[in-house]
């Protein structure tokens, strides 16, 4: 059963770019939340997708923004890329929005220069 | 929103000997309270994980502990291997909705 996978695993970007982010959710699960964790923090909330629509949005600006396809799997898009969104982007899967466990992904670290 | 804080943020201990984290949280709303294991270069791991309707669960050599009149929940690890090693977040959420996470606690285990 193969877990939550993340794509690319690094990325470097430099600033003013637009990046996309990929995940695919845990096999069967049907809802994907994204992460920023920082170095040394603990993962922020950017938003959640079910249902091919975001239901939840945490602090973060509309330069971040996502999607879900119908096979669940979920892209998370940055637009306009600052120093300070250098971190590790995590994707989490759960079943169904009121199911409680999330699984996380190995992440995506990305590098603005 | 929720305010999680965790304590403390490096630990050191012998092999063998127990490890004990703590964490606050501020929204008594709050049901679902997960602890998640992260190793360098990889994402977080769930290790244990606790329900605002249960004060205390236990997984082998884990167990996780929760006062909803404090609101307060701690991890505890016995007889800790060095492969115990990493940091260690704890979360609050309301069921289904975000988690907030702790500053991370970062345990070393001394073989």
């Known amino acids: 059963d193969a877990g939550v996978t993340q794509s690319p695993t690094h990325l470097i970007k430099t600033r003013g770019q637009q990046v996309t982010l990929r995940c695919s959710p845990k096999?069967?699960?049907?809802?994907v939340s994204w992460y920023q964790q920082a170095l040394g923090q603990g993962p922020q909330f950017i938003f959640q997708?079910?249902?091919?629509?975001?239901?939840q949005r945490g602090n973060f600006p509309d330069r971040f923004s996502g999607h879900q396809f119908p096979n669940y799997s979920s892209e998370l898009n940055v637009n306009a890329l600052l120093l300070g969104d250098s971190a590790l982007y995590l994707c989490?899967?759960?079943?169904?929005?009121?199911?409680?466990?999330?699984?996380f992904g190995q992440g995506t670290r990305l590098t603005v220069v | 929103g929720e305010n999680v804080e965790q304590h403390p943020s490096t630990l050191s201990v012998q092999e063998g000997d127990s490890a004990v984290i703590k964490c606050t949280y501020s929204?008594?709303?709050?049901?679902?309270f997960p602890w998640y294991k992260q190793e360098l270069g990889k994402g977080p791991q769930l290790i244990i994980d606790?329900?605002?309707?249960?004060g205390e669960k236990k997984d082998q050599r884990i167990a996780v502990t929760l006062n909803k009149t404090a609101k307060h929940f701690s991890l505890h690890i016995t007889e800790t291997q060095p492969e115990d090693s990493a940091v260690y977040f704890c979360?609050?959420?309301?069921?289904?909705?975000?988690?907030?996470f702790g500053t991370g606690t970062s345990l070393t285990v001394i073989p």
């Open positions: 997708y079910y249902e091919e629509e975001e239901r």
């Open positions: 096999s069967g699960h049907d809802t």
């Open positions: 929204d008594s709303a709050s049901n679902y």
């Open positions: 989490a899967s759960s079943l169904g929005r009121l199911r409680v466990e999330a699984f």
């Open positions: 606790i329900r605002s309707n249960v």
């Open positions: 979360a609050a959420s309301i069921a289904g909705n975000q988690f907030y």
